[in-house]
Protein backbone atom coordinates (compact mmCIF):
# COMPACT_ATOMS: atom_id res chain seq x y z
CA UNK A 1 0.00 0.00 0.00
CA UNK A 2 2.82 2.77 0.72
CA UNK A 3 4.37 1.69 -2.35
CA UNK A 4 1.18 2.69 -4.08
CA UNK A 5 0.84 5.64 -2.11
CA UNK A 6 4.53 6.48 -2.93
CA UNK A 7 4.02 5.81 -6.87
CA UNK A 8 1.09 8.17 -7.15
CA UNK A 9 2.52 11.05 -4.84
CA UNK A 10 5.88 10.77 -7.76
CA UNK A 11 3.45 11.07 -10.50
CA UNK A 12 1.29 13.70 -8.69
CA UNK A 13 5.02 15.45 -8.52
CA UNK A 14 6.07 14.89 -11.81
CA UNK A 15 2.83 16.46 -13.16
CA UNK A 16 2.81 19.49 -10.70
CA UNK A 17 6.17 20.50 -11.96
CA UNK A 18 5.71 19.50 -15.26
CA UNK A 19 2.33 22.42 -14.98
CA UNK A 20 4.45 25.14 -13.00
CA UNK A 21 6.89 24.56 -15.80
CA UNK A 22 4.58 25.01 -18.13
CA UNK A 23 2.86 27.74 -16.66
CA UNK A 24 6.30 29.61 -15.86
CA UNK A 25 6.72 29.29 -19.30
CA UNK A 26 3.55 31.05 -20.50
CA UNK A 27 3.44 33.82 -17.78
CA UNK A 28 7.44 34.65 -18.40
CA UNK A 29 7.03 34.47 -22.49
CA UNK A 30 9.38 37.45 -22.77
CA UNK A 31 11.77 35.84 -21.43
CA UNK A 32 11.72 33.85 -24.43
CA UNK A 33 11.71 36.30 -27.65
CA UNK A 34 15.20 35.50 -28.23
CA UNK A 35 13.43 31.80 -29.74
CA UNK A 36 11.48 31.24 -32.51
CA UNK A 37 7.63 30.69 -32.54
CA UNK A 38 5.59 27.88 -33.83
CA UNK A 39 4.47 30.24 -36.76
CA UNK A 40 7.73 31.38 -37.37
CA UNK A 41 9.49 27.81 -37.32
CA UNK A 42 6.41 26.74 -39.48
CA UNK A 43 7.73 29.64 -41.78
CA UNK A 44 11.12 28.74 -42.16
CA UNK A 45 10.14 24.88 -42.86
CA UNK A 46 8.18 26.28 -45.95
CA UNK A 47 8.89 29.51 -47.23
CA UNK A 48 6.52 31.27 -49.11
CA UNK A 49 7.03 31.53 -52.53
CA UNK A 50 4.22 33.78 -53.91
CA UNK A 51 6.06 36.88 -52.83
CA UNK A 52 6.92 38.99 -55.64
CA UNK A 53 11.03 39.03 -56.53
CA UNK A 54 11.17 40.34 -60.26
CA UNK A 55 14.58 38.65 -60.31
CA UNK A 56 12.29 35.47 -60.55
CA UNK A 57 9.29 34.70 -62.22
CA UNK A 58 6.55 35.40 -60.28
CA UNK A 59 4.58 32.58 -59.11
CA UNK A 60 0.44 33.12 -58.12
CA UNK A 61 -2.04 30.69 -56.75
CA UNK A 62 -5.93 30.64 -56.76
CA UNK A 63 -8.51 28.12 -55.93
CA UNK A 64 -11.48 26.85 -58.33
CA UNK A 65 -14.29 26.39 -56.35
CA UNK A 66 -17.12 25.35 -58.60
CA UNK A 67 -19.53 25.07 -55.55
CA UNK A 68 -19.50 28.81 -54.71
CA UNK A 69 -22.13 31.10 -55.43
CA UNK A 70 -19.74 33.38 -56.91
CA UNK A 71 -18.79 33.21 -61.06
CA UNK A 72 -15.91 35.00 -59.16
CA UNK A 73 -14.50 31.54 -57.42
CA UNK A 74 -14.73 29.51 -60.78
CA UNK A 75 -12.66 32.19 -62.99
CA UNK A 76 -8.98 32.93 -62.05
CA UNK A 77 -8.79 37.11 -62.75
CA UNK A 78 -6.14 39.09 -63.85
CA UNK A 79 -6.87 42.95 -63.59
CA UNK A 80 -3.98 44.90 -65.36
CA UNK A 81 -2.52 47.77 -62.67
CA UNK A 82 -1.41 49.71 -66.37
CA UNK A 83 -2.26 53.32 -67.24
CA UNK A 84 -2.53 54.69 -70.91
CA UNK A 85 -3.90 51.67 -72.57
CA UNK A 86 -7.38 50.89 -74.45
CA UNK A 87 -7.93 47.32 -74.28
CA UNK A 88 -6.44 43.48 -74.38
CA UNK A 89 -6.81 41.05 -76.71
CA UNK A 90 -5.94 37.64 -75.94
CA UNK A 91 -6.47 33.96 -76.30
CA UNK A 92 -6.01 30.43 -74.36
CA UNK A 93 -5.51 26.74 -75.94
CA UNK A 94 -7.25 25.41 -72.68
CA UNK A 95 -9.99 26.10 -70.74
CA UNK A 96 -11.52 29.46 -71.29
CA UNK A 97 -11.64 33.02 -71.80
CA UNK A 98 -14.11 34.36 -69.47
CA UNK A 99 -15.76 38.21 -69.18
CA UNK A 100 -18.08 38.70 -66.01
CA UNK A 101 -17.95 42.32 -66.16
CA UNK A 102 -19.64 42.25 -69.84
CA UNK A 103 -22.83 42.03 -70.87
CA UNK A 104 -23.97 37.93 -71.21
CA UNK A 105 -20.49 36.94 -69.39
CA UNK A 106 -19.29 35.63 -72.47
CA UNK A 107 -16.80 32.71 -72.99
CA UNK A 108 -14.62 32.25 -75.40
CA UNK A 109 -11.23 30.99 -76.52
CA UNK A 110 -10.29 34.46 -78.21
CA UNK A 111 -11.24 37.44 -76.49
CA UNK A 112 -11.17 41.49 -76.10
CA UNK A 113 -11.30 42.86 -73.07
CA UNK A 114 -11.87 46.97 -72.77
CA UNK A 115 -9.87 49.28 -70.32
CA UNK A 116 -11.10 48.10 -67.32
CA UNK A 117 -12.40 45.34 -67.68
CA UNK A 118 -10.21 41.83 -65.58
CA UNK A 119 -8.68 38.96 -68.00
CA UNK A 120 -10.54 36.16 -66.50
CA UNK A 121 -9.39 32.64 -67.56
CA UNK A 122 -11.87 29.16 -66.26
CA UNK A 123 -10.37 25.79 -66.66
CA UNK A 124 -14.09 24.85 -67.70
CA UNK A 125 -14.56 23.79 -70.98
CA UNK A 126 -17.18 23.92 -73.76
CA UNK A 127 -19.68 21.24 -71.90
CA UNK A 128 -19.20 23.43 -68.57
CA UNK A 129 -18.87 19.94 -66.44
CA UNK A 130 -17.08 19.97 -63.58
CA UNK A 131 -15.24 17.15 -63.83
CA UNK A 132 -14.02 18.33 -67.59
CA UNK A 133 -11.83 20.56 -66.54
CA UNK A 134 -8.11 21.88 -68.14
CA UNK A 135 -5.27 20.92 -65.95
CA UNK A 136 -2.99 23.77 -67.78
CA UNK A 137 -3.23 26.30 -69.96
CA UNK A 138 -1.14 29.36 -71.98
CA UNK A 139 -3.15 32.37 -72.42
CA UNK A 140 -1.56 35.04 -74.95
CA UNK A 141 -2.22 38.36 -74.95
CA UNK A 142 -1.57 42.17 -76.09
CA UNK A 143 -2.45 44.99 -74.63
CA UNK A 144 -3.19 48.29 -76.87
CA UNK A 145 -3.21 51.66 -76.86
CA UNK A 146 -5.62 52.26 -79.85
CA UNK A 147 -3.71 50.68 -82.67
CA UNK A 148 -0.35 50.72 -80.83
CA UNK A 149 1.17 47.81 -78.80
CA UNK A 150 1.81 48.90 -75.42
CA UNK A 151 3.21 45.33 -74.09
CA UNK A 152 2.13 41.84 -73.75
CA UNK A 153 3.14 38.37 -72.49
CA UNK A 154 2.22 34.79 -71.67
CA UNK A 155 0.08 33.58 -68.92
CA UNK A 156 0.99 30.12 -68.13
CA UNK A 157 -1.32 27.71 -65.89
CA UNK A 158 -1.37 24.66 -64.09
CA UNK A 159 -2.76 22.81 -61.87
CA UNK A 160 -0.84 22.04 -58.59
CA UNK A 161 -3.44 19.35 -56.74
CA UNK A 162 -7.32 18.80 -56.12
CA UNK A 163 -9.46 17.86 -52.92
CA UNK A 164 -12.82 18.47 -51.23
CA UNK A 165 -14.51 19.24 -54.97
CA UNK A 166 -11.70 22.22 -55.66
CA UNK A 167 -8.78 22.61 -57.73
CA UNK A 168 -5.89 24.41 -56.97
CA UNK A 169 -3.92 26.42 -60.10
CA UNK A 170 -0.49 28.23 -59.80
CA UNK A 171 -0.05 30.71 -62.55
CA UNK A 172 3.67 32.36 -64.05
CA UNK A 173 4.04 35.59 -66.17
CA UNK A 174 6.84 34.80 -69.23
CA UNK A 175 7.70 36.30 -72.82
CA UNK A 176 7.69 39.72 -71.30
CA UNK A 177 10.54 42.74 -70.57
CA UNK A 178 8.10 44.87 -68.93
CA UNK A 179 5.47 43.78 -67.39
CA UNK A 180 5.29 41.76 -63.88
CA UNK A 181 2.71 39.45 -61.72
CA UNK A 182 2.00 40.01 -58.60
CA UNK A 183 -0.27 37.90 -56.10
CA UNK A 184 -3.67 39.99 -55.20
CA UNK A 185 -5.02 39.70 -51.16
CA UNK A 186 -7.15 36.64 -51.34
CA UNK A 187 -6.91 34.14 -53.72
CA UNK A 188 -9.19 35.41 -56.36
CA UNK A 189 -7.13 36.71 -58.78
CA UNK A 190 -3.56 38.75 -59.61
CA UNK A 191 -2.31 41.76 -60.92
CA UNK A 192 -0.09 42.48 -63.84
CA UNK A 193 1.51 45.70 -64.25
CA UNK A 194 4.66 47.89 -65.08
CA UNK A 195 8.02 46.12 -64.10
CA UNK A 196 10.19 48.08 -61.34
CA UNK A 197 7.12 50.49 -60.90
CA UNK A 198 8.01 51.28 -64.59
CA UNK A 199 6.11 54.69 -65.58
CA UNK A 200 6.14 56.40 -69.08
CA UNK A 201 7.88 59.28 -68.99
CA UNK A 202 8.05 60.47 -72.61
CA UNK A 203 6.70 59.60 -76.54
CA UNK A 204 9.13 59.96 -78.98
CA UNK A 205 10.30 59.04 -82.14
CA UNK A 206 13.69 57.95 -81.27
CA UNK A 207 14.91 55.54 -84.28
CA UNK A 208 13.44 58.07 -86.36
CA UNK A 209 10.90 55.88 -88.33
CA UNK A 210 7.70 57.94 -87.72
CA UNK A 211 6.41 56.31 -84.76
CA UNK A 212 6.36 56.90 -81.50
CA UNK A 213 8.09 54.89 -79.03
CA UNK A 214 7.03 54.52 -75.19
CA UNK A 215 10.23 55.53 -73.12
CA UNK A 216 10.06 53.73 -69.43
CA UNK A 217 11.79 54.87 -66.40
CA UNK A 218 11.60 51.98 -63.83
CA UNK A 219 13.39 50.58 -60.64
CA UNK A 220 16.30 47.24 -61.62
CA UNK A 221 17.81 47.64 -58.26
CA UNK A 222 15.68 50.10 -55.72
CA UNK A 223 17.40 52.69 -53.78
CA UNK A 224 20.41 51.57 -56.15
CA UNK A 225 19.93 51.15 -59.79
CA UNK A 226 17.24 52.48 -62.50
CA UNK A 227 16.84 51.77 -65.77
CA UNK A 228 15.89 53.69 -68.97
CA UNK A 229 13.77 51.54 -72.02
CA UNK A 230 13.10 52.47 -74.98
CA UNK A 231 9.83 50.15 -76.03
CA UNK A 232 8.20 49.83 -79.27
CA UNK A 233 5.40 47.31 -80.31
CA UNK A 234 5.81 46.41 -76.81
CA UNK A 235 9.42 45.08 -77.14
CA UNK A 236 12.47 46.83 -75.18
CA UNK A 237 14.45 47.83 -78.49
CA UNK A 238 16.94 50.00 -76.32
CA UNK A 239 17.88 50.19 -72.52
CA UNK A 240 20.31 52.65 -70.75
CA UNK A 241 21.21 52.32 -66.73
CA UNK A 242 21.57 55.20 -64.05
CA UNK A 243 23.06 54.22 -60.47
CA UNK A 244 22.83 56.05 -57.06
CA UNK A 245 26.83 55.41 -56.11
CA UNK A 246 28.85 57.58 -57.54
CA UNK A 247 30.55 55.42 -60.30
CA UNK A 248 27.24 54.97 -61.88
CA UNK A 249 26.15 58.26 -62.11
CA UNK A 250 24.61 58.78 -65.22
CA UNK A 251 21.79 61.56 -66.77
CA UNK A 252 19.47 61.06 -69.87
CA UNK A 253 17.73 63.46 -71.35
CA UNK A 254 15.72 64.01 -74.44
CA UNK A 255 16.66 66.48 -77.00
CA UNK A 256 15.19 67.73 -80.26
CA UNK A 257 16.81 69.03 -83.35
CA UNK A 258 15.33 69.70 -86.61
CA UNK A 259 12.01 67.95 -86.03
CA UNK A 260 13.94 64.77 -84.67
CA UNK A 261 14.15 63.55 -81.09
CA UNK A 262 17.43 62.19 -79.59
CA UNK A 263 19.14 60.58 -76.42
CA UNK A 264 21.59 62.39 -75.18
CA UNK A 265 23.96 61.05 -72.10
CA UNK A 266 25.81 63.56 -69.86
CA UNK A 267 28.04 62.14 -67.39
CA UNK A 268 30.61 65.25 -65.82
CA UNK A 269 32.01 63.08 -63.56
CA UNK A 270 34.79 63.61 -60.73
CA UNK A 271 37.86 61.16 -59.34
CA UNK A 272 39.86 61.56 -56.74
CA UNK A 273 41.03 65.33 -58.18
CA UNK A 274 41.10 64.51 -61.74
CA UNK A 275 37.69 65.53 -64.18
CA UNK A 276 36.22 63.75 -67.10
CA UNK A 277 33.72 64.86 -68.49
CA UNK A 278 31.67 63.35 -71.25
CA UNK A 279 28.57 63.87 -73.37
CA UNK A 280 26.79 62.69 -76.63
CA UNK A 281 24.14 62.51 -78.36
CA UNK A 282 22.27 59.63 -80.26
CA UNK A 283 19.46 58.09 -82.04
CA UNK A 284 18.48 54.52 -82.47
CA UNK A 285 18.30 53.64 -86.15
CA UNK A 286 18.41 49.85 -86.48
CA UNK A 287 18.28 49.19 -83.28
CA UNK A 288 21.67 50.62 -82.48
CA UNK A 289 23.53 53.80 -81.14
CA UNK A 290 23.90 56.23 -83.70
CA UNK A 291 26.03 58.99 -82.66
CA UNK A 292 25.24 62.46 -83.67
CA UNK A 293 27.60 64.29 -81.97
CA UNK A 294 30.07 63.91 -78.63
CA UNK A 295 32.04 66.22 -76.27
CA UNK A 296 34.41 65.10 -73.63
CA UNK A 297 36.91 67.32 -71.50
CA UNK A 298 39.98 65.91 -68.88
CA UNK A 299 40.90 68.37 -66.53
CA UNK A 300 42.70 68.27 -62.56
CA UNK A 301 41.66 69.66 -59.79
CA UNK A 302 41.49 71.93 -58.67
CA UNK A 303 40.60 74.61 -61.27
CA UNK A 304 42.45 77.85 -61.56
CA UNK A 305 40.64 80.43 -62.00
CA UNK A 306 42.23 81.49 -65.17
CA UNK A 307 40.06 77.86 -66.39
CA UNK A 308 38.05 79.95 -68.81
CA UNK A 309 41.44 80.18 -71.06
CA UNK A 310 41.55 76.87 -71.66
CA UNK A 311 39.78 76.09 -74.97
CA UNK A 312 38.64 72.58 -74.27
CA UNK A 313 37.17 73.44 -71.36
CA UNK A 314 35.56 76.57 -72.89
CA UNK A 315 34.03 75.00 -75.75
CA UNK A 316 32.23 71.94 -73.99
CA UNK A 317 30.92 74.21 -71.43
CA UNK A 318 29.46 76.21 -74.03
CA UNK A 319 28.21 73.93 -76.68
CA UNK A 320 27.06 71.33 -74.06
CA UNK A 321 25.28 74.51 -71.87
CA UNK A 322 23.84 75.12 -75.15
CA UNK A 323 22.70 71.51 -75.12
CA UNK A 324 21.41 71.36 -71.89
CA UNK A 325 19.07 74.89 -72.29
CA UNK A 326 17.53 72.98 -74.92
CA UNK A 327 16.80 69.21 -73.06
CA UNK A 328 14.57 67.62 -71.10
CA UNK A 329 15.68 65.02 -67.85
CA UNK A 330 14.17 61.62 -68.30
CA UNK A 331 16.45 59.77 -65.69
CA UNK A 332 19.51 61.20 -63.78
CA UNK A 333 21.11 60.48 -60.55
CA UNK A 334 23.96 62.97 -61.00
CA UNK A 335 25.46 63.72 -57.41
CA UNK A 336 23.23 60.84 -56.54
CA UNK A 337 20.17 62.70 -56.17
CA UNK A 338 17.46 60.69 -58.45
CA UNK A 339 14.96 62.31 -61.33
CA UNK A 340 12.78 59.87 -62.60
CA UNK A 341 10.45 62.27 -64.26
CA UNK A 342 10.27 64.60 -67.02
CA UNK A 343 12.10 67.51 -65.94
CA UNK A 344 14.12 70.29 -67.92
CA UNK A 345 17.76 70.26 -67.00
CA UNK A 346 17.89 74.01 -66.70
CA UNK A 347 15.92 73.29 -63.68
CA UNK A 348 18.21 70.97 -61.84
CA UNK A 349 21.32 73.12 -60.16
CA UNK A 350 23.29 69.62 -59.90
CA UNK A 351 23.00 69.42 -63.96
CA UNK A 352 22.74 73.11 -65.22
CA UNK A 353 25.29 74.89 -65.64
CA UNK A 354 28.21 73.10 -66.44
CA UNK A 355 30.41 73.46 -63.62
CA UNK A 356 34.10 72.72 -63.11
CA UNK A 357 34.32 72.57 -59.25
CA UNK A 358 32.96 70.44 -57.22
CA UNK A 359 32.44 72.73 -54.12
CA UNK A 360 30.25 75.34 -56.81
CA UNK A 361 27.96 72.24 -57.64
CA UNK A 362 26.54 71.15 -53.75
CA UNK A 363 26.74 75.16 -53.16
CA UNK A 364 24.06 75.64 -56.30
CA UNK A 365 22.42 72.19 -54.92
CA UNK A 366 22.14 72.91 -51.02
CA UNK A 367 20.93 77.12 -51.98
CA UNK A 368 24.19 78.33 -50.13
CA UNK A 369 25.13 80.24 -53.77
CA UNK A 370 22.13 82.47 -53.52
CA UNK A 371 23.70 85.15 -51.01
CA UNK A 372 27.06 86.47 -52.45
CA UNK A 373 29.70 88.11 -51.41
CA UNK A 374 29.50 91.43 -53.42
CA UNK A 375 31.97 92.80 -55.68
CA UNK A 376 32.75 96.14 -57.38
CA UNK A 377 30.65 95.56 -60.22
CA UNK A 378 27.58 95.21 -57.63
CA UNK A 379 25.08 96.85 -59.56
CA UNK A 380 22.72 99.83 -57.79
CA UNK A 381 19.11 99.56 -57.14
CA UNK A 382 16.66 101.01 -59.44
CA UNK A 383 16.90 105.19 -58.95
CA UNK A 384 14.09 105.54 -61.47
CA UNK A 385 10.26 104.27 -61.92
CA UNK A 386 10.35 101.04 -63.62
CA UNK A 387 7.20 99.39 -65.66
CA UNK A 388 7.39 95.64 -65.96
CA UNK A 389 5.11 93.51 -67.55
CA UNK A 390 4.32 90.02 -66.88
CA UNK A 391 2.33 88.19 -69.94
CA UNK A 392 3.32 85.11 -72.18
CA UNK A 393 3.22 86.88 -75.50
CA UNK A 394 0.06 84.91 -76.26
CA UNK A 395 -3.21 85.62 -75.74
CA UNK A 396 -5.25 89.26 -74.77
CA UNK A 397 -4.02 88.92 -71.15
CA UNK A 398 -1.08 90.41 -68.64
CA UNK A 399 -0.72 92.04 -65.92
CA UNK A 400 1.07 95.59 -65.62
CA UNK A 401 3.29 96.88 -62.92
CA UNK A 402 4.37 100.00 -61.11
CA UNK A 403 7.76 99.74 -58.95
CA UNK A 404 8.85 102.63 -57.19
CA UNK A 405 12.39 103.10 -56.42
CA UNK A 406 11.18 103.16 -52.55
CA UNK A 407 9.66 99.39 -52.79
CA UNK A 408 6.01 100.42 -53.27
CA UNK A 409 3.83 99.59 -56.60
CA UNK A 410 0.68 99.68 -58.11
CA UNK A 411 -0.48 97.77 -61.05
CA UNK A 412 -3.00 96.03 -63.27
CA UNK A 413 -4.16 93.12 -64.70
CA UNK A 414 -6.54 92.18 -67.20
CA UNK A 415 -7.71 89.46 -69.63
CA UNK A 416 -9.88 90.16 -72.05
CA UNK A 417 -12.21 87.48 -73.63
CA UNK A 418 -14.47 88.26 -76.61
CA UNK A 419 -16.15 85.19 -77.37
CA UNK A 420 -17.21 85.08 -73.59
CA UNK A 421 -20.48 87.26 -74.57
CA UNK A 422 -24.79 87.51 -73.81
CA UNK A 423 -26.94 90.06 -75.10
CA UNK A 424 -26.36 92.10 -71.56
CA UNK A 425 -22.74 92.31 -72.83
CA UNK A 426 -22.06 92.10 -76.17
CA UNK A 427 -18.44 93.30 -76.01
CA UNK A 428 -17.81 90.30 -74.10
CA UNK A 429 -15.98 89.44 -70.74
CA UNK A 430 -12.95 91.02 -69.22
CA UNK A 431 -11.38 89.75 -65.96
CA UNK A 432 -9.69 92.67 -63.97
CA UNK A 433 -7.61 93.30 -60.58
CA UNK A 434 -6.14 96.75 -59.87
CA UNK A 435 -3.95 96.51 -56.98
CA UNK A 436 -1.23 97.90 -54.74
CA UNK A 437 1.52 97.05 -52.31
CA UNK A 438 5.08 97.74 -50.85
CA UNK A 439 7.95 95.79 -50.57
CA UNK A 440 9.85 95.62 -48.15
CA UNK A 441 13.22 93.56 -46.37
CA UNK A 442 15.16 95.12 -49.49
CA UNK A 443 18.52 93.39 -49.43
CA UNK A 444 20.89 93.12 -52.07
CA UNK A 445 21.92 89.09 -51.87
CA UNK A 446 24.91 89.15 -55.17
CA UNK A 447 26.08 91.73 -58.01
CA UNK A 448 22.90 91.68 -59.75
CA UNK A 449 20.48 90.58 -57.44
CA UNK A 450 17.98 91.94 -54.45
CA UNK A 451 15.54 89.93 -52.20
CA UNK A 452 12.26 91.38 -51.01
CA UNK A 453 9.34 90.50 -48.91
CA UNK A 454 5.72 91.19 -49.68
CA UNK A 455 3.58 91.74 -46.35
CA UNK A 456 0.48 92.28 -47.89
CA UNK A 457 -1.22 92.63 -51.15
CA UNK A 458 -4.35 95.19 -51.26
CA UNK A 459 -7.15 94.97 -54.43
CA UNK A 460 -9.14 97.19 -55.46
CA UNK A 461 -12.18 94.85 -55.39
CA UNK A 462 -12.97 91.57 -54.33
CA UNK A 463 -12.42 88.71 -56.53
CA UNK A 464 -15.24 87.19 -57.96
CA UNK A 465 -17.06 90.37 -58.17
CA UNK A 466 -19.36 91.39 -61.27
CA UNK A 467 -20.12 94.54 -63.22
CA UNK A 468 -20.77 95.95 -66.95
CA UNK A 469 -19.98 99.05 -68.60
CA UNK A 470 -20.45 99.97 -71.74
CA UNK A 471 -21.51 96.28 -72.93
CA UNK A 472 -18.68 94.66 -71.17
CA UNK A 473 -18.75 92.19 -68.47
CA UNK A 474 -16.16 92.59 -65.60
CA UNK A 475 -15.00 90.08 -63.48
CA UNK A 476 -12.88 91.04 -60.14
CA UNK A 477 -9.69 88.77 -59.88
CA UNK A 478 -6.82 88.43 -57.99
CA UNK A 479 -3.45 90.20 -58.82
CA UNK A 480 -2.02 87.66 -61.24
CA UNK A 481 1.76 87.02 -61.03
CA UNK A 482 1.65 88.81 -57.29
CA UNK A 483 -0.98 86.64 -55.99
CA UNK A 484 0.04 84.01 -53.63
CA UNK A 485 3.94 85.24 -53.36
CA UNK A 486 5.38 86.34 -49.99
CA UNK A 487 9.38 86.42 -51.66
CA UNK A 488 10.21 88.20 -54.53
CA UNK A 489 13.83 88.61 -56.09
CA UNK A 490 14.78 91.88 -58.36
CA UNK A 491 17.09 91.08 -60.81
CA UNK A 492 19.22 94.09 -63.03
CA UNK A 493 20.08 94.30 -66.41
CA UNK A 494 22.95 92.42 -67.20
CA UNK A 495 22.19 89.62 -64.92
CA UNK A 496 24.02 86.00 -66.69
CA UNK A 497 20.52 84.41 -68.02
CA UNK A 498 21.71 81.26 -66.51
CA UNK A 499 21.84 82.65 -62.96
CA UNK A 500 18.08 83.13 -63.34
CA UNK A 501 15.97 80.03 -61.69
CA UNK A 502 14.59 77.87 -64.68
CA UNK A 503 10.73 79.13 -63.76
CA UNK A 504 11.99 82.42 -63.96
CA UNK A 505 13.71 82.23 -67.53
CA UNK A 506 10.36 80.53 -68.72
CA UNK A 507 8.83 83.93 -68.82
CA UNK A 508 11.75 85.83 -69.97
CA UNK A 509 10.48 87.55 -73.53
CA UNK A 510 14.17 86.24 -75.00
CA UNK A 511 14.46 83.06 -73.52
CA UNK A 512 13.98 81.96 -77.23
CA UNK A 513 17.24 83.52 -77.85
CA UNK A 514 19.10 82.14 -74.56
CA UNK A 515 18.22 78.23 -75.84
CA UNK A 516 19.77 78.75 -79.25
CA UNK A 517 22.70 80.94 -77.49
CA UNK A 518 21.98 84.44 -78.99
CA UNK A 519 21.33 85.95 -75.86
CA UNK A 520 23.21 85.16 -72.49
CA UNK A 521 22.35 88.00 -70.41
CA UNK A 522 19.04 90.71 -69.23
CA UNK A 523 18.73 93.30 -70.95
CA UNK A 524 16.16 95.21 -68.97
CA UNK A 525 14.67 94.08 -65.11
CA UNK A 526 13.39 90.72 -64.04
CA UNK A 527 10.80 90.16 -60.82
CA UNK A 528 10.47 87.11 -59.61
CA UNK A 529 7.92 85.02 -58.04
CA UNK A 530 10.15 82.48 -55.88
CA UNK A 531 6.35 80.99 -54.35
CA UNK A 532 4.41 81.01 -57.90
CA UNK A 533 7.85 81.02 -59.93
CA UNK A 534 5.81 83.97 -62.67
CA UNK A 535 8.19 86.69 -63.13
CA UNK A 536 7.52 89.89 -64.78
CA UNK A 537 10.22 92.23 -67.14
CA UNK A 538 10.88 95.58 -68.38
CA UNK A 539 11.96 93.89 -71.59
CA UNK A 540 8.06 92.98 -72.59
CA UNK A 541 7.82 97.05 -72.42
CA UNK A 542 10.69 97.49 -75.06
Keep these: MKKK ?7 MLTVTAAAGAWFYGYYNRKSNDNLPTLALIAEMEEPEDDVTDESQPATVKWTFSPMMSAAWHAAFQFNMDIEYYTHIEASCDQGMLWNLQAQGQPKEKAMRFEQGEALCWTPLTEGEKLEDTAEDAKITFTIYDGEEIVAGGILDIGRTGTGNGQSFYQAQLSDTEVLVLWQEEGSLGASVGMKGNGTVVSYSDLNHNRINERIIVREADPGMLYELLVVENGAVIWKVEAGLPHVGWNTIMLYHE ?17 GNYKCRVYSLENGTENVKQEWTVDF ?14 ERFAGEVGLLLRNSAVLLSTEQGILVNRYAEATSLPQIYPVRFEPDEIWRAIDGTAIARELTANAADFPEETLELMFASGAGGWGTFLTFQP ?19 YPNGTCYVSVFKGQFTDIRQISDDSWSMTLPDLSVEKKPEETWIEEGVRYIAAEAYGLAGGEEFILYAPGTPADDLPAECRSWWPDAYLWRNGEAERLEGWGLYNVNTGQSFFTDWMD
Design 406 to 424: DGSFTGEYHDTEMGMNASE
Design 258 to 274: DGKSYLAEYQPQMYQGV
Design 5 to 11: ISILLLF
Design 300 to 313: ELPVEETRKSDEEM
